[in-house]
């Protein structure tokens, strides 16, 4: 119940994962051997059709799974409509009396994909599923010995304790032990700096992390402050609101398009 003890069962729309295998990979390392993930593939299609492709989906995650000896287990659904066979998957999908907690799929391909893709994050947020939303930009290197940053952008407790949660699994693997975690919160100029790094190395402290707490003064927008902080980092943790009235798929996809343009995973 509280959040220091929450694991990850998570339900990753992964498709055909020797596609998304950015996807897939941060799914894995985000489990981190202490919770449990699901790869799904969802097939379109008449469902009388659509057993041949199912078993032929099914081997093909297994196979995936096996050769890169993933701890997951795999599930493939034939629905003759995909947004509404995802919404169906959230609702009923579960590994006996465990139900996901954590959903996660890739960025919209396009703004056209938008409006379903940030329903089904609203409807996992009605059915109290957190949802991590993965830009690919390619997989950080395995080397153990390189050092490896991770950037959170600190905007509230809202989505900020599951950033923090999901950073500590992440630094729990192997190819993420050396590491170097920042936690950032911008501020406008007339903001006391102090009192917010406090906040932030208060919120460290509590979430068992060692990191560094950084508030930056936004000098222009909160875009290139972005990109000046974060360009050469190895991932970034940024929230996204869905849940509000005024909000607009197509137009949030095309701000956060441009906003993470240049930027890592």
């Known amino acids: 119940n509280h959040p220091k003890n929450?694991?990850?069962?998570?339900?990753?729309?992964s498709g055909n994962p020797n596609n998304r295998q950015v996807l897939t990979q941060y799914?894995?390392?985000?489990?981190?051997?202490?919770?449990?993930?699901?790869?799904?593939?969802?097939?379109a299609g008449p469902f009388s059709t659509g057993m041949v492709q199912r078993q032929e989906a099914k081997d093909r995650?297994?196979?995936?799974?096996?050769?890169?000896?993933?701890?997951a287990f795999s599930e493939v659904l034939v629905t003759e409509d995909f947004d509404q066979g995802a919404l169906s998957l959230i609702q009923c999908h579960s590994l006996g009396p465990l139900k996901p907690n954590l959903l996660m799929l890739g960025w919209p391909s396009s703004k056209e994909r938008a409006m379903p893709i940030f329903n089904l994050v609203r409807v996992a947020r009605t059915l109290m599923l957190s949802s991590v939303i993965l830009i690919d930009r390619g997989l950080p290197s395995i080397d153990t010995s390189s050092m490896k940053r991770i950037d959170i952008w600190w905007r509230g407790r809202e989505n900020g304790s599951?950033?923090?949660?999901?950073?500590?699994?992440?630094?729990?693997?192997?190819?993420w032990s050396k590491h170097h975690v920042r936690v950032l919160r911008a501020i406008g100029p007339h903001e006391d700096s102090d009192e917010a790094e406090e906040a932030l190395k208060s919120i460290l402290y509590k979430s068992?992390?060692?990191?560094?707490?950084?508030?930056?003064?936004?000098?222009?927008?909160?875009?290139?402050?972005l990109k000046q902080e974060s360009t050469?980092?190895?991932?970034?943790?940024?929230?996204?609101?869905?849940?509000?009235?005024?909000?607009?798929?197509?137009?949030?996809?095309?701000?956060?398009?441009?906003?993470?343009?240049?930027?890592p995973t």
């Open 232 to 263: 050469d980092a190895t991932v970034v943790f940024l929230g996204i609101r869905v849940d509000v009235n005024e909000f607009d798929p197509e137009e949030t996809h095309d701000h956060f398009s441009s906003l993470l343009s240049g930027l």
């Open 208 to 225: 068992r992390i060692r990191g560094e707490a950084k508030v930056v003064k936004i000098d222009g927008d909160f875009k290139s402050t």
């Open 6 to 13: 929450w694991r990850p069962n998570t339900l990753v729309l």
């Open 162 to 175: 599951l950033m923090l949660i999901l950073t500590y699994l992440l630094c729990h693997n192997l190819e």
């Open 27 to 43: 799914a894995l390392w985000l489990e981190s051997r202490r919770g449990i993930a699901t790869l799904v593939e969802i097939i």
């Open 61 to 71: 995650l297994d196979t995936f799974i096996y050769r890169h000896n993933f701890e």
